[in-house]
């Protein structure tokens, strides 16, 4: 009976009842069992009827006193339980919240049913509100979540309901009381379910990752922008392409790439300081996203490269005015501190699906059309081609065909005689190098010159034609002894790491050369170039009595500055002046104000591309005093060299 009691009401009356009704039951039990028992033995032993009434009042009393004693220690024994219970209760609390508010988290405790929620003291105080400032129901502080987050908290919540998860676990941001937003993890645990297996109550905490979620957004930004210019970097940039490409797939819209490089940016480092390269790169940048849409991609490759993806542009028109809006943009005086910077830039432009569907051919077609861009004359546009793809072949093969040529021995040295324009002595020579390539025969320097500067593959060649010609000149000279020989060094030759000028110099002491045999011709642009290691090298080639000629001179950036800061012997005038000259035309014009000026400076002139006699008559009355061209010789191999200088050996004398 008891069991089935307990089965009926035990899950449905609250405990602290159930100790009451039992309590009840045991008073009514034994009164029943007193009256019951003691008013029976009373009639068999007492017939006296006041007697009777007598012994019923102390029976009575007894009652009270036996009673009142059980009833005492009952209810003593049911409280002593009862605050062990509270107690026990009170300890396991203090300890489940030191446990979860140890760590500096805010516990909250949801009973699901009521929507009611229990928030600590210190979740208020992570938030900034007063104890009783947030209503203290789950839909309050789902109100608190960042709009873009809700759904997020919301699908995590179900997901856990539904046993997705084996544990709650939720990112979002909450709003504090001062406007800001907390970025915060809440993990939680269901602690009662009905019999259905439906949640009743969960209970877990809020953690502030604000300064965790800050950081992990550095870290970000660091991998996927460029830290000068703000823009996306080039990883950020082929992950966009990628997208993009997809995208287009899937709605059949086109996606355009612009490869942008500027023109001549390394003078600016060069003359002005990196400091001041940086500024125009930042500045740059903020030009060009000004160009284009927000749902476009301005991104910085590195260096002066930059790269521009135009989604859905299927106007030719439209990509042209972007492209032209751009290259006048750039084009426009940027004003950095107390200088006035003038740049361009060569823009390659490359279309998905027409060019290709690969990010990497994209990329490869649109850098070949900006070069393509540079070759005709940057500050412009171009468009890829295929026969841009078969240019870059040809320079692949040629690349390929370049590194093998020195081991195989496929190069040749020449020598152009220079003449007294007095005399008509040769008293110098260039020596210039030709590549015999075993199947294509003989391949123009303009050609495999650049191609090899850009590989670095000029140090080392550069390294053998001067020992070439080194052993040559120390052979004439035992015929020749005045005879100067110069030698072409290029700019990367000098920025090289390899220090070939003290390598240079060793090699003539080796082979008993002076220096003043040997004349080394540079680029005005090198002039530009002045850093410590130029200086260095060019002041040791004058210590070790070597010459200097400045090759090409007016082509370049001419500066007086430049002529007066570096001890320089001869100026070559460049064949575009030369070879147009004619009495009072501006290009003979030019050619006399070079040679007044040079001779003033202290300098002798070497005039390149001299072809006609009138060409050399008018150069020698303008002062001029050495000349090199076709009207004396091509540069030929060594033996019709010797042929040369033995036709005028008779009148062969130094100046």
Same mark, same amino acid.
């Given at each position: 009976?008891?069991?089935?009691?307990?089965?009926?009401?035990?899950?449905?009356?609250?405990?602290? %009842?159930?100790?009451?009704?039992?309590?009840?039951?045991?008073?009514?039990?034994?009164?029943?069992?007193?009256?019951?028992?003691?008013?029976?033995?009373?009639?068999?032993?007492?017939?006296?009827?006041?007697?009777?009434?007598?012994?019923?009042?102390?029976?009575?009393?007894?009652?009270?006193?036996?009673?009142?004693?059980?009833?005492?220690?009952?209810?003593?024994?049911?409280?002593?339980?009862?605050?062990?219970?509270?107690?026990?209760?009170?300890?396991?609390?203090?300890?489940?919240?030191?446990?979860?508010?140890?760590?500096?988290?805010?516990?909250?405790?949801?009973?699901?049913?009521?929507?009611?929620?229990?928030?600590?003291?210190?979740?208020?105080?992570?938030?900034?509100?007063?104890?009783?400032?947030?209503?203290?129901?789950?839909?309050?502080?789902?109100?608190?979540?960042?709009? %873009?987050?809700?759904?997020?908290?919301?699908?995590?919540?179900?997901?856990?309901?539904?046993?997705?998860?084996?544990?709650?676990?939720?990112?979002?941001? &909450?709003?504090?009381?001062?406007?800001?937003?907390?970025?915060? &993890?809440?993990?939680?645990?269901?602690?009662?379910?009905?019999?259905?297996?439906?949640?009743?109550?969960?209970?877990?905490?809020?953690?502030?990752?604000?300064?965790?979620?800050?950081?992990?957004?550095?870290?970000?930004?660091?991998?996927?922008?460029?830290?000068?210019?703000?823009?996306?970097?080039?990883?950020?940039?082929?992950?966009?392409?990628?997208?993009?490409?997809?995208?287009?797939?899937?709605?059949?819209?086109?996606?355009?790439?612009?490869?942008?490089?500027?023109?001549?940016?390394?003078?600016?480092?060069?003359?002005?300081?990196?400091?001041?390269?940086?500024?125009?790169?930042?500045?740059?940048?903020?030009?060009?996203?000004?160009?284009?849409?927000?749902?476009?991609?301005?991104?910085?490759?590195?260096?002066?490269?930059?790269?521009?993806?135009?989604?859905?542009?299927?106007?030719?028109?439209?990509?042209?005015?972007?492209?032209?809006?751009?290259?006048?943009?750039?084009?426009?005086?940027?004003?950095?501190?107390? /200088?006035?910077?003038?740049?361009?830039?060569?823009?390659?432009?490359?279309?998905?699906?027409?060019?290709?569907?690969?990010?990497?051919?994209?990329?490869?077609?649109?850098?070949?059309?900006?070069?393509?861009?540079?070759?005709?004359?940057?500050?412009?546009?171009?468009?890829?081609?295929?026969?841009?793809?078969?240019?870059?072949?040809?320079?692949?093969? &040629?690349?390929?065909?370049?590194?093998?040529?020195?081991? %195989?021995?496929?190069?040749?040295?020449?020598?152009?005689?220079?003449?007294?324009?007095?005399?008509?002595?040769?008293?110098?020579?260039?020596?210039?190098?030709?590549?015999?390539?075993?199947?294509?025969?003989?391949?123009?320097?303009?050609?495999?010159?650049?191609?090899?500067?850009?590989?670095? &593959?000029?140090?080392?060649?550069?390294?053998?034609?001067?020992?070439?010609?080194?052993?040559?000149?120390?052979?004439?000279?035992?015929?020749?002894?005045?005879?100067?020989?110069?030698?072409?060094?290029?700019?990367?030759?000098?920025?090289?790491?390899?220090?070939?000028?003290?390598?240079?110099?060793?090699?003539?002491?080796?082979?008993?050369?002076?220096?003043?045999?040997?004349?080394?011709?540079?680029?005005?642009?090198?002039?530009?170039?002045?850093?410590?290691?130029?200086?260095?090298?060019?002041?040791?080639?004058?210590?070790?009595?070597?010459?200097?000629?400045?090759?090409?001179?007016?082509?370049?950036?001419?500066?007086?500055?430049?002529?007066?800061?570096?001890?320089?012997?001869?100026?070559?005038? %460049?064949?575009?002046?030369?070879?147009?000259?004619?009495?009072?035309?501006?290009?003979?014009?030019?050619?006399?104000?070079?040679?007044?000026?040079?001779?003033?400076?202290?300098?002798?002139?070497?005039? /390149?591309?001299?072809?006609?006699?009138?060409?050399?008559?008018?150069?020698?009355?303008?002062?001029?005093?050495?000349?090199?061209?076709?009207?004396?010789?091509?540069?030929?191999?060594?033996?019709?060299?010797?042929?040369?200088?033995?036709?005028?050996?008779?009148?062969?004398?130094?100046?």
């Amino acid at each position: 009976m008891n069991k089935l009691f307990n089965q009926l009401f035990s899950k449905k009356i609250p405990k602290l %009842d159930l100790i009451v009704l039992r309590i009840v039951g045991i008073y009514i039990a034994f009164g029943l069992l007193w009256i019951l028992t003691t008013d029976s033995a009373l009639f068999k032993l007492i017939t006296d009827h006041e007697e009777f009434s007598l012994f019923n009042t102390y029976k009575g009393v007894a009652f009270i006193l036996v009673t009142a004693v059980i009833l005492y220690s009952l209810f003593r024994q049911t409280l002593q339980q009862q605050k062990c219970i509270e107690e026990s209760l009170q300890a396991s609390e203090e300890r489940w919240k030191f446990a979860l508010e140890g760590s500096g988290d805010g516990v909250w405790d949801w009973d699901i049913p009521s929507d009611h929620v229990f928030r600590s003291s210190r979740w208020h105080e992570i938030y900034g509100y007063a104890e009783n400032e947030i209503a203290a129901t789950a839909t309050a502080g789902r109100e608190l979540v960042h709009p %873009d987050d809700l759904a997020i908290l919301i699908g995590d919540v179900q997901n856990y309901f539904s046993g997705n998860n084996d544990v709650y676990i939720s990112e979002f941001r &909450l709003r504090c009381k001062d406007g800001s937003w907390k970025w915060t &993890l809440a993990r939680g645990m269901t602690v009662s379910r009905s019999k259905d297996g439906k949640p009743l109550r969960m209970i877990g905490t809020h953690t502030d990752i604000t300064n965790r979620k800050t950081s992990e957004a550095q870290v970000t930004h660091l991998a996927h922008y460029d830290q000068l210019t703000g823009l996306p970097n080039r990883v950020l940039f082929l992950d966009r392409f990628r997208q993009d490409i997809k995208k287009a797939q899937r709605t059949g819209q086109t996606v355009t790439l612009m490869f942008l490089d500027l023109d001549k940016f390394k003078e600016v480092n060069d003359s002005l300081g990196h400091d001041m390269g940086d500024m125009l790169l930042k500045n740059v940048a903020q030009r060009l996203e000004s160009c284009v849409r927000e749902s476009d991609t301005v991104a910085r490759m590195g260096g002066d490269e930059f790269t521009i993806i135009l989604n859905d542009m299927n106007s030719q028109i439209n990509i042209e005015r972007i492209a032209q809006d751009i290259l006048d943009k750039v084009t426009s005086p940027f004003h950095l501190g107390d /200088e006035v910077i003038h740049v361009s830039t060569s823009i390659g432009i490359s279309n998905y699906p027409k060019d290709g569907s690969e990010v990497e051919l994209l990329l490869k077609n649109a850098d070949q059309a900006m070069y393509a861009a540079k070759e005709q004359g940057r500050n412009r546009f171009q468009y890829f081609t295929p026969i841009m793809q078969e240019e870059a072949l040809k320079r692949m093969r &040629l690349i390929s065909d370049l590194w093998g040529a020195l081991n %195989d021995n496929q190069f040749r040295v020449y020598y152009q005689p220079i003449v007294d324009l007095a005399t008509g002595a040769i008293y110098k020579a260039e020596a210039l190098i030709r590549w015999q390539h075993p199947t294509r025969g003989l391949v123009s320097p303009d050609e495999f010159i650049p191609v090899a500067e850009d590989t670095g &593959l000029i140090v080392d060649i550069g390294d053998w034609l001067f020992n070439e010609v080194a052993s040559q000149t120390a052979k004439w000279k035992q015929h020749y002894p005045n005879l100067q020989v110069s030698v072409n060094k290029s700019p990367v030759q000098f920025r090289s790491v390899h220090d070939n000028c003290t390598n240079w110099i060793e090699q003539l002491k080796l082979l008993g050369l002076s220096g003043d045999s040997f004349i080394v011709e540079i680029t005005e642009g090198l002039l530009l170039d002045a850093r410590e290691s130029v200086i260095n090298q060019l002041n040791a080639f004058r210590e070790a009595g070597i010459k200097v000629a400045i090759d090409d001179f007016g082509t370049g950036y001419s500066s007086l500055a430049y002529l007066r800061r570096f001890d320089i012997d001869y100026v070559k005038i %460049d064949r575009s002046f030369t070879s147009n000259i004619s009495p009072n035309s501006s290009d003979m014009v030019l050619c006399e104000a070079i040679i007044e000026m040079s001779h003033k400076l202290g300098m002798q002139v070497i005039a /390149e591309g001299v072809e006609t006699h009138e060409q050399r008559d008018l150069l020698r009355n303008a002062g001029c005093d050495f000349a090199q061209g076709y009207l004396y010789s091509r540069p030929v191999m060594v033996d019709q060299f010797e042929n040369l200088l033995n036709a005028t050996q008779s009148n062969f004398s130094l100046n």
